[in-house]
């Protein structure tokens, strides 16, 4: 990204915390009563404050974990024969911080007739499309508060973990900014059988 078009984050609470009203302003004051305000509010306008990049990113994925760790707890209190694994963690994107995604978990999946699919799901604070190529969000959008899906893996022998653009739509099982839709989904994907499946379809 262009230096000049890089984006600056202004610290807004230390502001709002700063502004404390005033009954009349420091010259009204001195006419009315003959007396030189000492405060410096009076005076000199606060300085704004701008975050870092890194302070931004702490601050998004603080954020995401707390949705991800409430998201996890949701979809594991629906139905006792449904429990997914708690795997948290969150990253903000680099060049745009106040964007950023959380991984909530990852399972493993058999349908009938298919191989096990393993997959994880996921949440960001913007809507995109999931990226064909090295780049994993493409065209995003910030419309949107929450974006939720899941996509297949292909777990590698050194252990990393790429998308397995083999199943379904180039690997995602599911993506949708409605909250509701995604929790049916996982729950779909972690449902022990096929009657559960369609028990958890028709709700």
Same mark, same amino acid.
């Given at each position: 990204m262009d230096a000049k078009a890089k984006r600056r984050y202004f610290d807004i609470r230390s502001a709002l915390s700063a502004e404390t009203p005033q009954k009349t302003a420091a010259?009204?004051?001195?006419?009315?009563?003959?007396? =030189?305000?000492?405060?410096?509010?009076?005076?000199?306008?606060?300085e704004r404050r701008y975050l870092t990049y890194e302070e931004v990113a702490e601050r998004t994925e603080k954020r995401l974990t707390a949705a991800g760790e409430k998201t996890h707890e949701r979809i594991n209190a629906v139905h006792r024969t449904i429990r997914f694994p708690k795997i948290v963690f969150s990253r903000a994107?680099?060049?745009?911080?106040?964007?950023?995604y959380c991984h909530v978990t990852a399972a493993r999946t058999v349908f009938e007739?298919?191989?096990? =699919?393993?997959?994880?799901?996921y949440i960001c604070n913007?809507?995109?499309?999931?990226?064909?190529?090295?780049?994993?969000?493409?065209?995003?959008?910030?419309?949107?508060?929450?974006?939720?899906?899941?996509?297949?893996?292909?777990?590698?022998?050194?252990?990393?973990?790429?998308?397995n653009r083999t199943v379904r739509?180039?690997?995602?099982?599911?993506?949708?900014?409605?909250?509701?839709?995604?929790?049916?989904?996982?729950? =779909?994907?972690?449902?022990?059988?096929?009657?559960l499946r369609q028990v958890i379809r028709s709700l």
């Open positions: 010259h009204s004051e001195f006419l009315r009563t003959g007396r =030189i305000s000492r405060n410096r509010r009076d005076w000199l306008p606060e994107l680099s060049e745009s911080p106040h964007l950023g007739r298919t191989a096990p =699919i393993h997959w994880s799901f913007f809507l995109a499309e999931i990226g064909a190529d090295e780049q994993f969000f493409e065209r995003i959008r910030t419309d949107y508060d929450r974006m939720y899906f899941a996509v297949a893996l292909d777990l590698q022998p050194t252990g990393e973990a790429r998308i739509d180039n690997g995602i099982l599911f993506r949708t900014s409605d909250p509701m839709e995604a929790l049916k989904n996982v729950l =779909i994907l972690g449902a022990p059988d096929a009657a």
